[in-house]
Every structure is written in structure tokens, then in C-alpha cells.
């Protein structure tokens, strides 16, 4: 298995480019999650999903969509990046039973 | 809103002697997981603590869930330079294990 993976692994946009992180699981998991993070503040959740189809707004949406037409993908979308969107994002899956958290290796984004 | 309080922030210690970090909560917590960050790396999650006074241990790692649930701690004891890295607690509070609050996260420094 591969587990959580994430592309790209760094980006570099200029204001107001979009973009789209991609976001893919293996493992099955009905529950995925996107998080940023940025230095001394630990993770903040963006949008998650609880199966294909579904999806719902985490702590801070404002700025990013997503959509989950399979299980397996979980894309997030930049509309129009913005230097306060400079950060490490993270793509999660979740287990249902034990409720772990798998965590992708992340994308590096820089927003000039 | 519910917030999570790690402290300290950092801690440097000499390869072998204990670390402990504390999470704390003004509302009570529902379900603390708490993980580990390596440096340029992804969380990896290490338990999951449910019930009031609740501990469990991890070779030289303890887990505790406090009695009130409004707090909970992770101790190491005899530090190794593997040790090295952030640690978050995060929790569900009332909006299921798809709304996790993190923590900001303890960073870890062991000196050989």
C-alpha cells in the first residue's frame, strides 16, 4: 500500500494563479481531510469529506474548494492564491475503526 | 471557540533525561489523539485516549487522559535522539473525529 500520497511536493504561484493539490489513498477510507500548516500554529483543518460525494467546511475554507467524486481522490483547488496561503498542506485519510489519522508527506506552497 | 493549549512550546533536553508535554483544555475534551512530527515530515499518529484517568504506555512512552478531561499529558521517558520532533495533541470536542483540533505542538530537541 501507499498510503496517503500528495502532489506536488513544492509549488511556487504568483498572486492570483489557481492551482489544484492532488490528494490519493489506497487504504479504502471513507473519511479524508485537508489541513495547512503554518509555523507555531499546529494544523488547522480547511474541508474534509465523509465519502464520495460529500463534503463539508473545516476551520478555515475560505479561499479553497474541494470535490470528491471517488473514494480514493481528494483534490483541493486554490481559486486565487494569495501570499497568506503560503504553507504546508496536508491531505489525511481516516480510518473509521480506530480512528488514526494517515497523513500525506505534503505540499509545500509558496504564493509570491 | 474550543481551543487546545500545548505547553512548553519547546524543550531541549540531554539524550537521557525525561520530556513531558501538557495539553489543556478550558471545555472538556472528548477523544485526545496525539501524534508525532519529525522534522520535514508528516504527523504519524501514536494513540488515541478516550476515557477520564485513562493511561497507556508505549515502550518509554505515557499517555495520560485526566480525570476531568480537561487536559492530558505525553511523558518520555530517558529521551533518544530518535526522539526528536514535534509532538501535537489534538481533539474531537463535540464535532466528531472529522473536526480535529490540534494543538500548536511541542517541539523537541534531545543534545547527545
Known amino acids: 500500500n501507499a498510503g496517503v500520497t500528495q502532489t506536488p511536493k513544492f509549488q511556487v504561484l504568483k498572486t492570483g494563479q489557481s492551482m489544484t493539490l492532488q490528494c490519493a489513498q489506497d487504504m479504502n477510507h471513507e473519511y479524508m481531510s485537508w489541513y495547512r500548516q503554518d509555523p507555531g500554529m499546529g494544523l488547522r483543518l480547511i474541508h474534509y469529506?465523509?465519502?464520495?460525494?460529500?463534503?463539508d467546511q473545516g476551520e478555515v475554507p475560505n479561499g479553497y474548494n474541494v470535490s470528491r467524486s471517488t473514494t480514493e481522490d481528494f483534490p483541493l483547488r486554490l481559486l486565487s492564491a494569495a501570499p497568506s496561503q503560503t504553507s504546508v498542506y496536508f491531505c489525511?485519510?481516516?480510518?473509521?475503526?480506530?480512528?488514526?489519522?494517515?497523513f500525506g508527506p505534503g505540499t509545500r506552497l509558496t504564493v509570491l | 471557540g474550543q481551543q487546545v493549549m500545548q505547553i512548553p512550546q519547546y524543550q531541549h533536553v540531554q539524550e537521557g533525561e525525561d520530556f513531558t508535554t501538557y495539553c489543556n483544555s478550558s471545555?472538556?475534551?472528548?477523544?485526545i489523539q496525539w501524534y508525532k512530527q519529525r522534522p520535514g515530515g508528516h504527523p504519524v499518529f501514536l494513540i488515541q485516549?478516550?476515557?477520564?484517568?485513562e493511561v497507556k504506555k508505549q515502550k518509554r512512552l505515557t499517555f495520560q487522559f485526566g480525570e476531568a478531561k480537561k487536559n492530558s499529558s505525553l511523558h518520555i521517558t530517558a529521551t533518544q535522539t530518535t526522539d526528536v520532533g514535534t509532538y501535537f495533541c489534538a481533539d474531537s470536542f463535540s464535532g466528531g473525529y472529522n473536526k480535529l483540533i490540534f494543538g500548536a505542538g511541542t517541539r523537541l530537541a534531545v543534545h547527545p
Open positions: 471545555t472538556t475534551l472528548s477523544n
Open positions: 469529506s465523509v465519502g464520495a460525494g460529500i463534503t
Open positions: 485516549l478516550v476515557k477520564s484517568g
Open positions: 489525511a485519510s481516516r480510518d473509521s475503526t480506530y480512528n488514526e489519522q494517515f
